[in-house]
């Protein structure tokens, strides 16, 4: 995924049931196309591969479990995801959190499949711990920031310096994601000066009277 | 869904991966179509959306948390599968199985959501436990019969009739199917003598190197 | 068990922590000699058999997995409880859930090892449910009435009996007991009176300032 | 725990059903006091209290869940563990894995309680990713050397090697017991060579005929 990038989770909000995913993943297409920002999607489960073969940006999976195709009803895999057309997965995100070796096991699976993974974590000392694993991305959402009013760099910008410490000391490819506390574009500006290369956003765009517009006031600094 | 019922279950199975599964779909939307046989499929997670659109035939989620809409990252939602197009879903399969709890609390997230639920068991008395939930089946698989070669007709046919009177003693309105040890017509025309108002197919299906044939052979004699 | 019972459960309150469970465990055991009525202790797991070899009364694990002697490490087994002198276990409360096939299971398990079982629910349906698999008690537990200052009978008497009737339709040889809104001895009375054969409490006698008095004032009338 | 240390998990071997984990408690205390070696012991969790209180060598929880004294029932707390007189944790143990955020919370809820914490873990890559937390010890026991014949350092001596590194890199306090592949007194020395400063041990003892010579032999290179 190239950066600097802006990961757009759609979890499950009424606002993007059924064929509404589609129109939001076009609607973030569109932006990224205006803006020339490297802009990623995360559909629900359900909708993954009507999304993700009718947009041109990166689809990614909200989660995949650890399994491998055949008897597992139900489960969503590694392959399966990479045969619905999307680029990767999040994992372990705050509201589905996994043991430590299905994180291990997930990114290792997702990798062999050519899949990015972005795993998420809550502190400076698990975002370095999954960079030992080599994902993709890490994306840091520190639980004080998250739905909150409070921006990331208002807080504590410690929080992403030290994350970005972390992770470059267990694995120096490994980048990382701010995933809390970006309410506006100077939110976004301040984390990638923190050395953040990217973000991960939900409600701001996902429940925005316009979701045009608050994703391109989102990435009009980069 | 109108019975005798026959349920394809696509599980994760690499014959489906991608648009493989709507291709299956299809193949027993034609099956129905030709015999008059009510048969619905259950194809992964991801590609939920992408078959329900696109046949006629009753799709149903292999899975479904309790989750309502909102931040439930990577959760599959009654109200998701709802917009999805898909009509219902399996619930504690087998190969994901689920807390008592939330087997009550998900049919009922789904009755209000106007979704079908087919609750899976292993036992008689299970069967009976979960028809307490008043789901709109409950499709028992015996689990010495799983995978195996022994139909459930042959190996013990007390069981379905066991089940039925136990989900009937609980809940007269919940109708049974027989989810395992069904591999030929002769079995489904045994299993509904025996009580069972429909069968949960899998691999004999989905794994066969001629779907079309093997449904055929399956349903001709309902 | 004999019935009437009225079985404490010490949770994990700091008022237990270490050999004050011992002390509690006594307190309940001379209430027990004092009026004859058949009381049962829940100590918390690491003091379990520290407290089963050392008082009269029956003593029962709050929490059993459905696991078999081995390699099962961290894990409480039914032989392990067994071998520790309890009686039997508490299994699914509501701040512990299980799966449904791990209830049928872990109720079998007990059952071959001696050990009596009492499978907490949160409603009418459910204590049904798990009368299918004939444990010893279903103690039925409405979250409406769970730490709240409501008591059952004032509340809704009629979860009571229709809980006792469901149990009773799916096993007329289960026992419910009612395990939530019992604060003072008149609830008590009141829920044998609807069909109840003993209660489960907690904090009621666990917190109280003077357990020996508060639990002496719940069974009086008993 | 003064290193090197020798730890026994005693699982949930029938062996040490009941009274028989103080029995082999107290022969391991034996051992240590004629040896002079740091030995620790890890009874099944409803014994922790008994054997704890009756013996003058460190005991441990086979486990421990990341929850605070109070409305807890069935789990097993920090809180809880100090009480008893236990000194500390196993975590994650390949038989009873955890969430990373529960890995993270209780090591922090441990080193609040002055327990000491042992993370377990199958990989190089895992066993630095635990470090972050800070944990007293790393416990690593590759998969392909559990349970089997081959030693740790015939098998494979780079895995010791390279999770010392890891867990260094990580945090330089933590030390690295081998978990795996230790068969005998030779292979304790040679995990000692290669930068361990204990091993986890357990069939070999606790299944012994003679765990009293079987322990003695496996600790007289020390």
Request: proline share 6%; aromatic share 4%; net charge negative.
């Amino acid at each position: 995924m190239r950066t600097p990038a802006v990961v757009v989770n759609f979890k499950a909000y009424s606002e993007v049931d059924g064929p509404r995913s589609l129109d939001l993943a076009l609607t973030c297409q569109k932006v990224a196309e205006e803006t020339g920002v490297s802009i990623a999607v995360c559909p629900p489960m359900v909708e993954l591969s009507h999304v993700a073969r009718n947009v041109q940006i990166p689809v990614l999976s909200q989660h995949c479990d650890p399994r491998r195709p055949g008897s597992a009803t139900g489960w969503v895999t590694p392959s399966m995801i990479a045969a619905s057309s999307a680029k990767g997965t999040l994992l372990n995100h705050s509201e589905h959190r996994l043991m430590l070796i299905d994180i291990q096991d997930t990114v290792a699976m997702c990798r062999s499949q050519g899949l990015w993974s972005i795993v998420c974590t809550d502190s400076v000392a698990s975002s370095g711990a999954v960079a030992f694993y080599s994902p993709d991305f890490v994306a840091v959402e520190p639980p004080e920031l998250i739905g909150g009013d409070i921006s990331v760099t208002d807080a504590n910008p410690d929080v992403v310096r030290d994350a970005v410490d972390a992770v470059k000391k267990a694995d120096p490819s490994v980048r990382l994601l701010c995933g809390a506390g970006v309410k506006a574009g100077k939110d976004v500006k301040a984390a990638l000066e923190l050395g953040a290369e990217g973000v991960l956003l939900a409600s701001g765009v996902v429940k925005s009277k316009d979701p045009y517009q608050s994703l391109l006031d989102l990435v009009k600094l980069i």
